[in-house]
């Protein structure tokens, strides 16, 4: 959430602050009342600004520099072991760097500011284009080791940064869009170039809708990792629950099952009953010889009568080696 506020923050005060001009809200009430005036405004003002843009992603490269020193970790290292005098403290205490600004998020909203700048004047200033190949080389190089083998490392939470990032540069490609129509507009001898500059608006609102709807990013179908054999690589220094690092193993579905309805199949799946099984064999005393010997774990009592109510037509649940099934719903080895 903070990367979105802090990238609209970033485009309004930096790629639109010639367009936005002395005043943010007056502009905003002038694009209320008359919203293709932002076709103008943009195209006004936004051209004549190019060369200090291609000048600030020059810039852009000695922050990454700085960045590389990690100098604001070492100055707090220095302040905490002048007063403390014990250097695994100072250490500790220096450690991670301010989220705020050097957070996966932060970092995100940035390079995103980078690239759509390099997006909108690649037309107008096409010079642009190659210090923007520079710079992100210099961020690969850069924050490639920092990441790597220099911060403490972070708890993955998944894609949503870079699912943010390719939600923000098609924000830019719409301002890319709308600046471009607005120039061939005002300097194209007709209007021929500036209508078909803006059917790109079509293309691109397909597919920001086809992102939105169609991609299934945050989360994997159960169909692709529940045959999985191979397990998850695990960082020893981050605290992950067990379950999660184990390799997830499906129903051992026969060739003739197979060939039966979507129905008759979503039936017969044994995923979550294995967990109900899991859970409830720990729970009770089991009998060590007479069920165990046949492959069988015993249930006394409620949990036999609670596992007897499910209707299931398997032989036995794969993964669950103690426990079968008949099909008259009567748990066997129960004592």
């Avoid at 936005?20 to 003002?45: C, K, Q, R, W, Y």
């Avoid at 690239?115 to 909108?120: A, E, K």
């Avoid at 390719?166 to 170039?193: E, S």
Wanted: aromatic letters at 14%; one cysteine or more.
């Amino acid at each position: 959430m903070c990367q979105k506020y802090y990238f609209v923050f970033l485009v309004t005060f930096v790629l639109l602050i010639t367009s936005v001009g002395a005043s943010l809200i007056s502009t905003m009430d002038e694009i209320i009342h008359s919203p293709l005036l932002i076709f103008s405004i943009l195209a006004s003002n936004m051209p004549s600004a190019s060369h200090y843009y291609l000048s600030w992603v020059a810039t852009q490269w000695t922050t990454h520099a700085m960045d590389l020193t990690r100098y604001m970790n070492w100055i707090k290292y220095i302040i905490y072991k002048f007063s403390n005098g014990d250097a695994h403290y100072a250490k500790e205490m220096s450690e991670p760097e301010d989220q705020d600004f050097y957070g996966i998020g932060a970092r995100s909203a940035r390079f995103t500011l980078i690239m759509i700048t390099c997006l909108c004047f690649c037309t107008l200033s096409p010079l642009i284009v190659i210090l923007g190949f520079i710079n992100f080389a210099l961020c690969r190089v850069v924050f490639g080791y920092l990441i790597a083998y220099s911060e403490v490392p972070k708890p993955v939470i998944g894609g949503h940064f870079f699912a943010t990032q390719l939600k923000h540069t098609q924000v830019g490609l719409f301002i890319y869009v709308i600046l471009m129509t607005g120039v061939l507009f005002q300097r194209a001898p007709n209007t021929y170039p500036s209508i078909i500059a803006c059917s790109a608006f079509v293309p691109l609102i397909w597919s920001w809708m086809k992102f939105e709807r169609r991609f299934r990013w945050e989360a994997l179908p159960a169909e692709y990792c529940r045959d999985s054999e191979e397990g998850y690589n695990v960082d020893p220094r981050v605290y992950v629950q067990p379950e999660l690092s184990e390799p997830l193993k499906g129903p051992q579905i026969l060739s003739r099952n197979m060939m039966e309805s979507k129905s008759d199949a979503s039936e017969k799946q044994s995923g979550g009953f294995s967990g109900i099984l899991r859970s409830l064999s720990c729970h009770g005393p089991c009998s060590s010889k007479g069920a165990q010997s046949d492959g069988q774990m015993s249930l006394e009592g409620s949990q036999a009568s609670f596992i007897g109510n499910y209707a299931t037509q398997y032989d036995s649940v794969p993964g669950q080696s103690g426990v079968a099934f008949q099909s008259d719903n009567s748990a066997q080895g129960a004592s």
